[in-house]
């Protein structure tokens, strides 16, 4: 008869932490674990749905996307990143650094209070991944979006 050895079953496991937010540090948060937001999907007028978050999870992601646009004022390697050119396209279609893909966030959605969208936020990940090879957010954990009603995440 086989004896399971615990060593060998969980040495196959690929587990991955996602922890919540704690309301207070959003880039400490980052570095401790992997953060996941949850939302509900609002579709108003358009084909791209809005991101309604709860009270917690907007006020930790708007003092996220605030300390991400002084990221690069401390250090040289994060404003680097911060200077290259994002996935995130303007309105008009041209291309726009990281820099001005956060300060955009930050003065149309953060200090108006306003809506977030899907489209506005799907390259937040990928910035929090770029981040990760620079200084402050170096080997930091990732930023998950989660849509409750689908279970969609990005």
């Not at 008869?1 to 948060?29: H, Y």
């Not at 401390?74 to 996935?87: F, P």
């Not at 291309?95 to 930050?106: N, S």
Request: aromatic share 10%; proline share 3%.
């Amino acid at each position: 008869m086989n004896t399971l050895n615990l060593e060998d079953i969980f040495s196959n496991l690929n587990i991955t932490v996602q922890a919540k937010p704690s309301r207070l540090d959003p880039l400490s948060d980052m570095q401790r674990n992997n953060m996941r937001l949850d939302y509900t999907a609002r579709y108003g007028r358009t084909a791209v749905p809005f991101m309604d978050f709860s009270n917690g999870d907007r006020r930790w992601l708007d003092f996220l996307i605030e300390e991400l646009a002084m990221i690069g004022d401390v250090y040289r390697e994060d404003k680097i990143i911060m200077l290259g050119y994002s996935t995130a396209k303007r309105e008009t279609g041209g291309k726009q650094t990281w820099q001005q893909y956060v300060d955009g966030l930050y003065a149309d959605k953060v200090l108006p209070r306003k809506d977030y969208s899907e489209a506005q936020l799907k390259h937040l990940p990928t910035l929090i991944n770029e981040l990760r090879s620079g200084k402050r957010l170096a080997g930091c954990g990732t930023l998950e979006f989660y849509e409750m009603n689908t279970g969609k995440t990005f």
